[in-house]
């Protein structure tokens, strides 16, 4: 069983920039099981479609909607299509690869808690995220701005 980097929030008084997750404010952690799926969940919704140039159809583009002109309405349902393709793609790359231990394995990822930041404006929300072994971790996006 492999190990992943942890990938860590930041608090919020340490943001740099859109800087909300990093490998740590101290030392890096290997991880793996529920927490490293996560970690595989968070990399994929947060990196701009396009951008990997291994592969320049993974990742989504919930990013783009940073600074972007959308309302907030229109945000929950772009968050929503972002999660359902996080959710496709990981358990399409994670089929037939006998190798992905249970608790690393995609079983679901819901959006349970859109909380709009109207004086941003903007938006938090919360994932639960699922493996096949029945653990669940929620995934917390902090405020991401847009403009109105």
């Known amino acids: 069983m492999a190990y992943d980097i ?3 929030i930041v608090p ?4 740099t920039g859109m800087a909300f997750y990093s490998f740590g404010q101290t030392r890096s952690l290997g991880v ?3 927490q490293k799926l996560v970690n595989i969940f968070a990399k994929f919704l947060l990196t701009p479609i396009g951008t ?6 993974y990742g989504t583009n919930l990013t783009s ?5 959308v309302v907030l309405d229109d945000a929950r349902e772009i968050l929503d299509i972002a999660v359902d393709a996080t959710v496709a793609a ?6 037939g690869q006998a190798s992905v231990p249970d ?7 819901a959006v349970t808690n859109y909380i709009e930041v109207p004086s941003g404006p ?3 929300a919360q994932i639960l995220i699922r493996n096949v072994s029945g653990q669940q971790l929620q995934l917390v996006l902090p405020t991401l701005e847009v403009r109105q």
Do not use: K
């Open 65 to 69: 909607l940073i600074g972007s002109n």
């Open 6 to 8: 942890n990938i860590q």
């Open 122 to 124: 903007g938006f938090s």
């Open 32 to 34: 793996r099981g529920i």
């Open 52 to 57: 990997d140039p291994t592969n320049l159809e």
């Open 12 to 15: 919020a008084a340490d943001y």
């Open 90 to 95: 990981i358990q399409g790359f994670q089929t």
């Open 103 to 109: 608790d690393e394995r995609l079983a679901s990822a």
